[in-house]
Structure formats: C-alpha cells, structure tokens
C-alpha cells in the first residue's frame, strides 16, 4: 500500500520514543522542584541551639512571673510558697536535664538540589554540627551531597555526619514523623 512503508513506521516509532522521554524529563523536573521547594508554606522554623536555649530561656521566665502573680504573698511567705519552690528545682536537677537535652537534641537539616560541597559546609557549622568547615570538606571530597533531609542526634562526630549525609536521605512524610517523636 505505501511504499516507504518502513519509513513510516520509523516515523511513528520515534514520535512515540519522543513523547515518553518528553514525559520522563518532565517527571524528573517536577520531583527535583517538589525536593527544592520542601515544604514552603508550612515549614516549621528551624532554630539553632542558642536560639532555642533563649527561647526555653524567655518561656521559663514568663511561667515563672505568671506563677509568682497568681501566688497570693500576704497569705503565704515566699520561702514557704510551694510556686516558689517548684520555680527554682535544685540545682543537680537543671545539670542533669541539661545533660539529657544535649543528648536528646535533634538538629534537622534540608540540603537542596544544587547546593554544593561549601553551601553544606556552612549550613551544618551554622546548626553546630561540624566547627571546621575546611577539614570537612577534604573528608568529603570525592562523596556525592545528597539533597532531602537529614536529622542528627546529639552530637554526631564527622564520620557519622558523611555517614549520614552519603545515605538516603528521609522523605517528607518520614522526616515528619522523626521530628515528632
């Protein structure tokens, strides 16, 4: 019936081959911008330890002057107001819950597509994880950065921050999960 029969079917089989990998790049595009853009809108603030400690610091100090107003002083002395003395616990206690939050501390961290070796290098020296970001960038030189997110506990020595950062990195909903509990 046709007599470039074959070049027809050519034809036909490349514009289908075209379309798929049409199809694949645009997939890979819209999930490589869904891993950059995270979670914008609700995206929880991240703190660093010292802006954390200030702000337990200024809640603590708020709890303390609303228990202090609600105490009635004329009715009870101070020395012998139970808010006082639930206010200021001894001081073994506030050492050894200081302990348990520097081992309970869960610093997350959100590497993006595109950030290079240095850009990670600052990122973790700004959440307190590495303090030299020279001698962490010679430990990874020849390792691939992985972008998603990460969450470290406690204080990781460098070995297991490559570790960690040259494994899978957690998805969104995984992440969610870790920070919550």
Same mark, same amino acid.
């Given at each position: 019936?046709?007599?470039?029969?074959?070049?027809?079917?050519?034809?036909?089989?490349?514009?289908?081959?075209?379309?798929?990998?049409?199809?694949?790049?645009?997939?890979?595009?819209?999930?490589?911008?869904?891993?950059?853009?995270?979670?914008?809108?609700?995206?929880?603030?991240?703190?660093?330890?010292?802006?954390?400690?200030?702000?337990?610091?200024?809640?603590?100090?708020?709890?303390?002057?609303?228990?202090?107003?609600?105490?009635?002083?004329?009715?009870?002395?101070? %020395?012998?107001? &139970?808010?006082? $003395?639930?206010?200021?616990?001894?001081? /073994? !206690?506030?050492?050894?819950?200081?302990?348990?939050? =520097?081992?309970?501390?869960?610093?997350?961290?959100?590497?993006?597509?595109?950030?290079?070796?240095?850009?990670?290098?600052?990122?973790?020296?700004?959440?307190?994880?590495?303090?030299?970001?020279?001698?962490?960038?010679?430990?990874?030189?020849?390792?691939?950065?992985?972008?998603?997110?990460?969450?470290? %506990?406690?204080? &990781?020595?460098? $070995?297991?921050?490559?570790?960690?950062? /040259? !494994?899978?990195?957690?998805?969104?909903?995984?992440? =969610?999960?870790?920070?919550?509990?």
């Amino acid at each position: 019936m046709f007599k470039n029969r074959s070049f027809v079917a050519g034809l036909g089989v490349g514009i289908i081959a075209g379309a798929i990998l049409l199809q694949l790049m645009q997939i890979g595009d819209e999930s490589q911008q869904k891993l950059s853009d995270g979670f914008k809108d609700g995206e929880p603030k991240m703190y660093t330890q010292a802006e954390l400690d200030e702000k337990l610091a200024e809640e603590h100090a708020k709890a303390t002057r609303n228990a202090a107003a609600t105490a009635k002083p004329e009715a009870v002395k101070p %020395e012998e107001s &139970p808010a006082a $003395a639930a206010t200021e616990p001894p001081a /073994t !206690s506030v050492k050894n819950n200081d302990k348990k939050a =520097e081992e309970a501390v869960k610093r997350q961290v959100r590497i993006t597509g595109g950030m290079n070796l240095t850009d990670t290098a600052d990122l973790l020296a700004e959440q307190q994880l590495i303090s030299d970001k020279d001698a962490f960038i010679k430990a990874m030189k020849n390792k691939p950065v992985r972008a998603g997110y990460f969450i470290f %506990e406690g204080n &990781p020595t460098v $070995a297991d921050i490559i570790r960690i950062l /040259t !494994s899978q990195p957690l998805t969104k909903s995984e992440f =969610e999960k870790q920070m919550k509990s």
